[in-house]
């Protein structure tokens, strides 16, 4: 099966600016979760999607937001970008056993 | 929240020498307790994961035992390899999934040859 897949893989954006980003699951995965990896706080969970619900949510402001299509790919969006939004953005696709699997991540710049 | 502490932070050891990085736990319903290791620049891979009904776990040379009562969980690497270098990180979650898995800070493995 193929793995995980995120585009894009990396981005240059201003402040004030807002950002989409992509996740493919594996196939079959219902579950993705979104993380936000930083050296200072290390990776961090945003939220998880399954069946097109959100089912939990981590410690993020409201400019954090995703959603889930019908086939379970996912994007998350991040609104009014703050320098303190570069990172990199990981997603996760789970499978029934909860096990979950990373993709190669998003690498986001804030100028 | 669920809170992991992951301990140490830089681990250095001679190639061929074992390696055992240990985290704590705060929430007693986790019951999942999976490890990642990621590479410069690449994706965390999961390497091993163990449930709460289980006390240890092994998988060639890495093995995860867990203590529910002292809530913490160790990683052990035998006979290391210098393609053991990396970050560590152990990680948990709730029964419920409340919070999806939180992750430890990471350890730096470095294995000299």
């Known amino acids: 099966k193929a793995g995980v897949t995120q585009t894009p893989r990396y981005l240059i954006k201003t402040r004030g600016q807002q950002v989409t980003l992509s996740c493919s699951p594996i196939?079959?995965?219902?579950?993705v979760s979104w993380y936000q990896q930083t050296p200072g706080q290390g990776l961090q969970f945003l939220f998880e999607?399954?069946?097109?619900?959100?089912?939990n949510k981590g410690n993020f402001p409201g400019r954090f937001s995703g959603r889930q299509f019908s086939n379970s790919r996912s994007e998350m969006n991040v609104s009014t970008l703050e320098l303190g939004d570069s990172a990199l953005y990981l997603c996760?696709?789970?499978?029934?056993?909860?096990?979950?699997?990373f993709g190669p991540g998003t690498r986001l710049l804030v100028l | 929240g669920e809170n992991v502490e992951q301990h140490p932070s830089t681990l250095s050891v001679q190639e061929g020498d074992s390696a055992v990085i240990k985290c704590t736990y705060s929430?007693?319903?986790?019951?999942?307790f999976p490890w990642y290791k990621q590479e410069l620049g690449k994706r965390p891979q999961l390497i091993i994961d163990i449930r709460s009904n289980v006390g240890e776990k092994k998988d060639q040379r890495i093995a995860v035992t867990l203590n529910k009562t002292a809530k913490h969980f160790s990683l052990h690497i035998t006979e290391t390899q210098p393609e053991d270098s990396a970050v560590y990180f152990c990680?948990?979650?709730?029964?419920?999934?409340?919070?999806?898995?939180?992750f430890g800070k990471g350890t730096h493995l470095i294995i000299q040859p």
């Open positions: 990680a948990a979650r709730s029964g419920g999934g409340a919070d999806g898995l939180t």
């Open positions: 196939s079959g995965h219902r579950s």
């Open positions: 999607y399954f069946s097109e619900t959100q089912r």
């Open positions: 929430d007693s319903a986790s019951n999942y």
């Open positions: 996760a696709s789970s499978d029934q056993q909860e096990t979950q699997y």
